[in-house]
Every structure is written in structure tokens, then in C-alpha cells.
């Protein structure tokens, strides 16, 4: 496989892309795109893991609302609890519940680490460089920290957890505000605010910008699917 001899020589976009194209090639062959949706998790490529598995899905006829009855596994594969290690302390330091955290981060990046948007945001969970670079001062850390930091999912993680926490502080633990902050800046999220003090239903009604809009629905579906996988009634 292309794809894993590329890997092996350090390689590691082309690598990405090779098997990435791959995954593309074999949309009609679930039991080819099974074997590779493990050669990816086993790799940490964990996005093309999670298309590889709704790829497997489609082919079994499901729509996206038939996709939570299949069997658990696939949905495990969809919804893992990816970079858990860093995920599930910081969201404890920074007062998430930590399916929350693992929540935005996939909708930010789908756990894609070198992922990069069109607004330059970077990593885990999307931090732009000069939010980057003011999380970096008011912590001190990391030491000599630079823009590709950014990449590193220790940085990410833990600088995006951070900005959420502010912005939730900032609207007095309203989360909804908290993640339009996240997704489409404060001054928005303020003017939002001020059209729903308290209440959050109508906060959504009042968000005139889809995406802002769909990020909060969407985030909010996946924490529903994040505990209903992985916490204990």
C-alpha cells in the first residue's frame, strides 16, 4: 500500500493524502474500506477513520438518522473518544463535562491535528494564530511557543480550552453564547446576547448567520451522542 510505505519514510502528508484517496477509491467496497478504516486508527488518522466507517454505513443503505441504530461499534469508530488523554483533563481543569470538549473538537476538526481552515485557524480545535499567540502570553506556555505549535494537540487542546472557558466566563456560563464566541467571535456573540439575555432557545432563533446557528445544533447533537455511548445512566 502506497499510502503506508510513504508513512513509513516520514512522509506523513503525502501519506495522508495517498490514503485519503484511497478511502475515496474504494466507496463501493465495504469490506476493503473496513480494512482500511483500522490501518487508518492504528495510524491516528482519525478523520478519514470516521468517513471510512459512515462510508461502510451508506453503503449498508443507512441515512444519517439510521446510522445511530447500527451496530455500536461503528458509531464507537464515528464518536471515539479520541485524544481522551488530552481532551478529558482539560475539559476537568477548565470546568467542561469532558463529552462537551470532545464535542467541539470534533466538530472543529474532526480530530484532524494538522487541520486548517480557510480563515487560517490550525489543529484540534482551530485556534487562530493571533488568538494563538495571546492564549500563549497569559499562560506562559509553552516555552518558545511559535504559530506550528498549533499542530502539537497538547497546545491545541489545552489553548482551546482555555479561549472557551473565557468566553464562557465572559456571558456568565452561558454555553450557547460561550461557543458562538468560540465559532464566530465575541462582539457577535454579545449582540446575540443582548437580543436573548437568558435564554437560550431564543439565542439560537436569533443568530441570523448560519453557521454560527448550525455549529451550536450540531455541537449539541454530538454531546448527546458522546453520552449516550459513553456515560453510565
Not at 464566530?184 to 437580543?195: F, K, V
Request: aromatic share 12%; no cysteine; charged share 20%.
Amino acid at each position: 500500500m502506497r499510502g503506508l510505505e510513504l508513512w513509513a519514510l516520514g512522509q506523513f502528508g503525502d501519506a495522508r493524502a495517498e490514503l485519503d484517496d484511497l478511502r475515496l477509491s474504494l466507496e463501493n467496497d465495504a469490506e476493503s474500506t473496513y480494512r482500511l478504516m483500522h490501518t487508518l486508527i492504528d495510524l491516528g488518522l482519525y478523520r478519514p477513520a470516521i468517513l471510512a466507517a459512515r462510508q461502510i454505513l451508506q453503503l449498508a443503505g443507512m441515512d444519517d438518522a439510521a446510522t445511530m441504530s447500527a451496530p455500536v461499534y461503528f458509531n464507537h469508530i464515528r464518536f471515539g473518544p479520541y485524544f481522551g488523554d488530552l481532551i478529558l483533563p482539560a475539559a476537568l481543569a477548565e470546568g467542561f463535562d469532558g463529552m462537551l470538549l470532545l464535542s467541539v473538537v470534533r466538530q472543529e476538526s474532526l480530530f484532524e491535528g494538522f487541520a486548517v481552515s480557510s480563515a487560517s485557524a490550525r489543529g484540534l480545535m482551530q485556534v487562530i494564530p493571533s488568538t494563538g499567540q495571546g492564549i500563549a502570553e497569559a499562560l506562559g506556555w509553552p516555552p518558545g511557543y511559535t504559530t506550528p505549535d498549533l499542530y502539537r494537540p497538547i497546545v491545541s487542546v489545552r489553548f482551546g480550552a482555555h479561549y472557551l472557558a473565557e468566553q464562557r466566563d465572559r456571558f456568565g456560563g452561558d454555553l450557547f453564547a460561550a461557543l458562538a464566541a468560540y465559532n464566530a467571535g465575541p462582539g457577535n456573540a454579545e449582540i446575540w446576547e443582548s437580543l436573548a439575555p437568558d435564554d437560550p432557545d431564543l439565542f439560537l432563533e436569533v443568530i441570523r448567520l448560519q453557521e454560527p446557528h448550525h455549529y451550536i445544533r450540531r455541537i449539541y447533537e454530538i454531546f448527546a451522542i458522546y453520552r449516550r455511548l459513553y456515560v453510565r445512566p
